[in-house]
Every structure is written in C-alpha cells, then in structure tokens.
C-alpha cells in the first residue's frame, strides 16, 4: 500500500482499492491496514472533499533504509558483513553487482585507514 501511496497520494481507501493489483482485498483489511500504518506514524490522513484520503509521511528511501537496519539487528543481529556474505553466497552476482560491492568496500576501508 505504501508503494502506491509513494505513487500517488494522497488517495481514499477506495482508490487504494482499485490499485492493488488483482490481489483480492477486502475493503476492512485494507482501512485496519491502513488505521495500523497511521497510529505507527507512516502515513497521515486528512479529510478531502469527498472524505478521508491517506498520503506517506516518510518517504521511500527513509522507509527502506529504517527497515533494512530492523531487519540486520532481528535477523543478523547487527552483523553487516553476515548479511552481506549470506547473501552473496545465496546468489549469482553480476559482474556489475561485484564491482559496486568492491567500490563499497574499498571506501569503507580507505575511511577506516584515514
């Protein structure tokens, strides 16, 4: 739901509805979804002329990167270079994936030397 507020808000529930591909959403699955998404300080709902609609309080990118760091603590527990090496060893990497993780790595170990 996020992804399509991202998109385009703000939007009714209704509209939000009509966007979520074919998955077969219940209207009140999505409201409590989207009740949840508020309290938690996500996204914000205001009255429009034709009732409420919803709009992201965070952007993408904040988003993405509070969830990946949840993610490295509850799964990693903090260990970056565990992620990294399950990951890595879980699929083929493209050369230019190889060569942005190496540039990565190489900054990080020219700022540790300085």
């Not at 939000?16 to 699955?29: C, M, N, P, V």
């Not at 990946?68 to 992620?83: C, D, H, P, W, Y």
Request: proline share 3%; charged share 30%.
């Amino acid at each position: 739901m996020l992804s399509i507020l991202w998109k385009t808000a703000p939007l009714s529930s209704t509209q939000i509805i009509a966007r979520l591909d074919t998955r077969s959403w219940k209207a009140s699955t999505v409201r409590t979804f989207l009740s949840r998404l508020e309290k938690k300080g996500v996204i914000a709902v205001e009255e429009g002329p034709d009732g409420r609609v919803y709009l992201p309080k965070i952007s993408r990118e904040a988003c993405v990167v509070q969830e990946s760091q949840s993610f490295l603590n509850r799964v990693f527990e903090g260990a970056t270079a565990s992620l990294l090496v399950h990951f890595a060893k879980g699929k083929r990497l493209s050369e230019k994936e190889v060569a942005e993780l190496q540039a990565i790595l190489n900054e990080n170990k020219r700022r540790k030397q300085s």
